[in-house]
């Protein structure tokens, strides 16, 4: 069982920056794919970036902007956000599934309580 808690998110003006952290626990942390996703109102959640051991993968939406990153020694996956825009405006969720990160959200087994990001224009 992995526990998820994301933090970070807050209200930015357009064009500012914010990270998030996704805290893990559970003590094989380095075998899990990891992902954040968002889901503005009224909209389905959507892949925003993933990480497996290095390498990395982005939405179209985000990349060039946004950067995922994580730490193993403290469990922990960050999601640098630069250049936000009010279109990024919504809640954001990480989520852990064994082995492989993926862009499909159905193939995770543990998401986080969600953490606000809200960027005004």
């Known amino acids: 069982q992995v526990q998820l808690v994301e933090s970070g998110g807050g209200l930015v003006q357009a064009g500012g920056s914010l990270r998030l952290s996704c805290a893990a626990s559970?003590?094989?942390?380095?075998?899990?794919?990891l992902g954040w996703f968002r889901q503005a109102p009224g909209k389905e959640r959507d892949f925003v970036a993933r990480i497996n051991w290095s390498d990395d993968y982005y939405a179209n939406s985000v990349k060039g902007r946004f950067t995922i990153s994580r730490d193993n020694a403290k469990n922990t996956v960050y999601l640098q956000m630069n250049s936000l825009k009010p279109e990024d405006t919504a809640v954001y969720y990480c989520a852990a599934r064994w082995g492989p990160s993926d862009s499909d959200a159905e193939r995770y087994d543990y998401w986080g309580q969600g953490t606000q990001v809200t960027v005004s224009s």
């Open positions: 559970g003590r094989t942390f380095g075998g899990y794919g």
